[in-house]
């Protein structure tokens, strides 16, 4: 499967880098000095018909390439790499992570509420980014503990939400900021999915279409925050989404691979000694007699009447 997990990873990418490019024409073009967009804008339109058009896709495709595959495991199962790089991957992430945090919360807050609500993102958004490179090391080590960082990815996420609704709450304009939402609700089912494996309550293929699309909208919404340090929070995301998309997509097995294996010659022999030792008869002190009755007969002193 890991043909089907290039696939689907590469044609995610590419739809994004468009995705992203009319995003930025759409922001250059469109918008007017006043904030007020023209509507029915081609680049516009366009753009509306990609994210439609891409969405399909990637659901029809991980439909089609996962028909009658199935995986099985948990987390650190599912997600297992032999290799360095998703841990090395996630460690630059994490340290990115943190260090946008410090500075977006430096450059934005001014004091009072907002300052504790940057705060507050900040501290999500670099326990995120630790998350993602605990999640790597556990996986590679197959390990537990992969409930708690997988939990700290999406509570980042949810909160992100809020705090970019409440900024763009008084916008008239739904042009100026739905992407980031569509982007951002995706991600928190993105991440919820993927968090199913670590406590056991994985849903395999809506967790593998809604982490292309979730990648996908987050390349627009990177384009969106192109000069602000939110950018690095989508770019962790678009990491994050498409290197577990791919993984899960090379996890899918057929039934008959994932049929567990009949046990060896030494397990059959350990399981016939432990059976014997159970089936062999107890030892007691006292003789039987008289055969299998084990009564005692009387001692005969010659009188038999």
Known sequence: MKKNALILTVLTVAAGLAAFFLRRR????????????RRGAPVSIILLVLC????????????????????RGGYTEVFHVGGLAPTVISALLGVAMIAAAFLNYRSAAVGGTRAVVEGAVGIL???????????????????????????????FVCFF??????????????????????????????????????FDRASPRKALWVSFAAAFFCFIGAADSLGEWTLVFYIF??????????????AFRAHEELAPEPPSQ??????????AEFEEPAQSGVPEENGASGEIDAPDNGDRS
């Not at 759409?26 to 967009?37: H, I, N, R």
């Not at 678009?238 to 791919?246: A, F, P, S, W």
């Open 266 to 275: 030494a397990e059959e022999e350990a399981y016939a000694e432990v059976l």
């Open 125 to 155: 958004a670099a326990l995120a980014g630790v998350g993602g490179f605990a999640l790597a090391i556990n996986a590679r080590r197959k390990s537990g503990g992969c409930a708690l960082p997988a939990v700290l990815v999406t509570l």
């Open 26 to 37: 759409e922001l250059a073009t469109v918008f007017e000095p006043d904030g007020l967009a």
């Open 237 to 250: 995301l678009i990491v994050y989404q498409l290197m577990h998309g791919y993984l899960l997509t090379a």
């Open 52 to 71: 439609v058009l891409a969405v399909v896709v990637l659901i029809v495709l991980s439909v089609r390439l996962t028909f009658e595959r199935s995986v």
């Open 161 to 198: 939400i809020l705090v970019t609704y409440k900024k763009r709450a008084s916008d008239p304009v739904l042009l100026d900021y739905m992407y980031d939402f569509v982007a951002l609700c995706f991600s928190a089912l993105s991440t919820l999915f993927i968090a199913g494996f670590a």
